[in-house]
């Protein structure tokens, strides 16, 4: 189990941008049997957050920022395994993508793990996505389309993509989400659902389909 001290240590090595810190203490974690969620919620995500409050003030820049998604995305890549194992057939296949103009993809990778956790089957379409991909995915199958959005240049893409979905499909389900995303904007622009979190993506998705009221 990760000593307080080496969780403040992962605190730091993310906003550090120490990725190879973050990898090793991450592995040790999932070694020792820790709860990976409960690490995730309370070391690496507000790290995610510090870095940004210090990006607000001017602290860090551009690169920084980088450098510290960089380092949490290899704390993800070895979590995700572990909370996306389920032997259950898919619920319902979903897909996400962050927005055309959108390049944050942090948020998006952990709503995939909690999705895929709570047994969907998840395409990825990644970061600056076009209207036309999500509209390709639906066509593939998928029944529900997941969107990211995290600066308020790319929320009103959000309006751009349900048009266009509402126009090409008559049964699309549509959830919103991401730092700048409310429930009065899902409201506002006819998503179906609206996730505040990942956990609350999984109840937003299942709302959606009409699985939970
Ligand atoms: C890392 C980071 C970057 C990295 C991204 C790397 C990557 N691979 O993601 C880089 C360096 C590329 C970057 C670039 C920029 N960034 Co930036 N970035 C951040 C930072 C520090 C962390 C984002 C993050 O990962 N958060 C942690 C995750 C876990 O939280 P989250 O994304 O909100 O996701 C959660 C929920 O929102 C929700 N969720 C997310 N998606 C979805 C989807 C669905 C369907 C649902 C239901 C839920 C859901 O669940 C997630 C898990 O709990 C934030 C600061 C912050 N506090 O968020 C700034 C921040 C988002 N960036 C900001 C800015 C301004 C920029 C730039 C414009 C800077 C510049 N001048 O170039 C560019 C824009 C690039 C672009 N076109 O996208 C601003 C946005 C301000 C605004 N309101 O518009 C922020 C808030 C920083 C700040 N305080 O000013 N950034």
Known sequence: MLTEDEKDALFEAICDGDRDCVVALVTKARDAGDD?????????????????????????????????????????DIIEPVLAQTDHEPLARVCIGSVKGDWHDIGKNLVVMMLKG??????????????????????????????SALLTTTKPQMISV????????????????????????????????????????????????????
């Open 36 to 76: 990976l969620a409960v690490l995730l919620n309370e070391a690496m995500i507000p790290a995610m957050a510090e870095v940004g409050e210090q990006f607000s003030a001017g602290e860090v820049f551009v690169p920084e920022m980088l450098v510290a998604a960089r380092a949490m995305q290899g704390g993800i």
């Open 118 to 147: 709570a047994g969907f089957e998840v395409e990825d379409l990644g970061v600056d996505v076009a209207n036309e991909e999500f509209a390709k995915a639906l066509e593939r199958g998928n029944q529900v389309v997941c969107l």
């Open 162 to 213: 349900v048009n266009h979905l509402r126009e090409v499909s008559n049964g699309a389900k549509i959830v919103i989400g991401g730092a700048v995303i409310t429930q009065d904007y899902a409201d506002k622009i006819g998503a179906d659902a609206f996730g505040e979190d990942a956990p609350g993506a999984v109840k937003a998705v299942k709302r959606a389909l009409g699985m939970v009221a």
